[in-house]
């Protein structure tokens, strides 16, 4: 069974009721991929954020996060982005204020305590500053970072590096030393047509077979029979075994010696061949002579 209630309210009238709870502190507003921003005057933040709370058909209660975004091009350059959540309309929208390294946003720290560590955030990933913040300090990087990371023109490796010193018994801070230069990438995919040779490419020059699929070009295919009789040279002399003179077959090892007798095997004396019968008027044949006996065991 579907909940009686939707999934999230349509965004209808939404930015009508702001503008006119807003009036002149609503600089833009845009309706776009199902998410509603209001763009507000920078001064008139603390104002604009309790009209939004306290308003019928807004209430927005709660406040879900504040992000920073910087465009280096802008005069200035940064927007502080606040995310409401209306818990009894189920609505979310997006208010933008835009400044600058110099002119602080003023604090909704008074609305939502929550916001103190939320606005830190922003200020030391971006270094926007907030007006009646009362504890604004770093709060993700250590102490004594230099610069703010999520700016566009601070260096991917930083300034400095922290490891811990033996010598000193603590942790130390230097200059960035980076063991290899950074590899250059053109984010190209190899099957989207690379020119550049990744290992193993070598072995494609040729086509394996005919039909198999390869990177030449039109013009450079050459056909595989061809390719491959020009690969296999044949034989200069066939290898073939005309005597075992060859091969070895019947020599024994230089280091061969006899192999030793088992005391426990007695061999049978081989039995002396038949004589033929003798012919009228000869000597009779001699008796056939008797095996011996095998020994008993003691």
Same mark, same amino acid.
Request: glycine share 6%.
């Given at each position: 069974?579907?909940?009686?209630?939707?999934?999230?309210?349509?965004?209808?009238?939404?930015?009508?009721? &702001?503008?006119?709870?807003?009036?002149?502190?609503?600089?833009?507003?845009?309706?776009?991929?199902?998410?509603?921003?209001?763009?507000?005057?920078?001064?008139?933040?603390?104002?604009?954020?309790?009209?939004?709370?306290?308003?019928?058909?807004?209430?927005?209660? #709660?406040?879900?996060?504040?992000?920073?975004?910087?465009?280096?091009?802008?005069?200035?350059?940064?927007?502080?982005?606040?995310?409401?959540?209306?818990?009894?309309?189920?609505?979310?929208?997006?208010?933008?204020?835009?400044?600058?390294?110099?002119?602080?946003?003023?604090?909704?720290?008074? /609305?939502?305590?929550?916001?103190?560590?939320?606005?830190?955030?922003?200020?030391?990933?971006?270094?926007?500053?907030?007006?009646?913040?009362? @504890?604004?300090?770093? /709060?993700?990087?250590?102490?004594?970072?230099?610069?703010?990371? #999520?700016?566009?023109?601070?260096?991917?490796?930083?300034?400095?590096?922290?490891?811990?010193?033996?010598?000193?018994?603590?942790?130390?801070?230097?200059?960035? #030393?980076?063991?290899?230069?950074?590899?250059?990438?053109?984010?190209?995919?190899?099957?989207?047509?690379?020119?550049?040779?990744?290992?193993?490419?070598?072995?494609?020059?040729?086509?394996?077979?005919?039909?198999?699929?390869?990177?030449?070009? +039109? @013009?450079? /295919?050459?056909? &595989?029979? $061809? $390719?491959?009789? +020009? $690969?296999?040279?044949?034989?200069?002399?066939?290898?073939?075994?005309?005597?075992?003179?060859?091969?070895?077959?019947?020599?024994?090892?230089?280091? $061969?010696?006899?192999?030793?007798?088992?005391?426990?095997?007695?061999?049978?004396?081989?039995?002396?061949?038949? +004589?033929?019968? &003798? +012919?009228?008027?000869?000597?009779?044949?001699?008796?056939?002579?008797?095996?011996?006996?095998?020994?008993?065991?003691?």
């Amino acid at each position: 069974m579907r909940a009686p209630a939707p999934a999230y309210t349509a965004n209808d009238g939404v930015i009508d009721r &702001a503008a006119g709870a807003l009036g002149g502190a609503l600089l833009s507003s845009l309706d776009a991929v199902g998410e509603v921003a209001l763009t507000v005057d920078r001064t008139s933040l603390v104002a604009t954020m309790i009209a939004l709370r306290d308003t019928p058909g807004l209430e927005y209660q #709660q406040l879900m996060e504040i992000a920073g975004v910087d465009y280096p091009e802008r005069p200035d350059r940064f927007e502080v982005v606040y995310c409401l959540l209306s818990l009894t309309r189920n609505h979310r929208i997006r208010v933008h204020v835009q400044t600058d390294e110099e002119k602080p946003v003023p604090s909704v720290t008074g /609305i939502w305590p929550v916001a103190g560590w939320l606005e830190r955030e922003v200020y030391d990933m971006y270094g926007v500053l907030f007006e009646g913040n009362a @504890d604004l300090r770093r /709060i993700l990087t250590d102490y004594g970072f230099r610069g703010h990371p #999520q700016r566009k023109d601070f260096p991917l490796t930083g300034y400095v590096e922290l490891r811990y010193s033996e010598e000193a018994k603590r942790v130390v801070y230097e200059p960035v #030393q980076l063991a290899q230069d950074f590899r250059t990438f053109d984010f190209m995919s190899p099957w989207e047509g690379a020119e550049y040779i990744l290992p193993g490419d070598e072995k494609a020059k040729l086509p394996e077979a005919k039909g198999a699929p390869t990177p030449l070009k +039109a @013009d450079e /295919i050459v056909k &595989a029979d $061809a $390719a491959q009789s +020009a $690969a296999k040279a044949p034989a200069a002399t066939p290898k073939t075994t005309e005597s075992t003179a060859q091969t070895g077959a019947g020599k024994a090892l230089p280091d $061969a010696t006899p192999k030793p007798a088992d005391p426990d095997v007695v061999k049978k004396p081989r039995a002396p061949r038949a +004589a033929k019968p &003798a +012919a009228s008027g000869d000597a009779p044949a001699a008796p056939k002579p008797r095996a011996p006996r095998k020994p008993k065991a003691s």
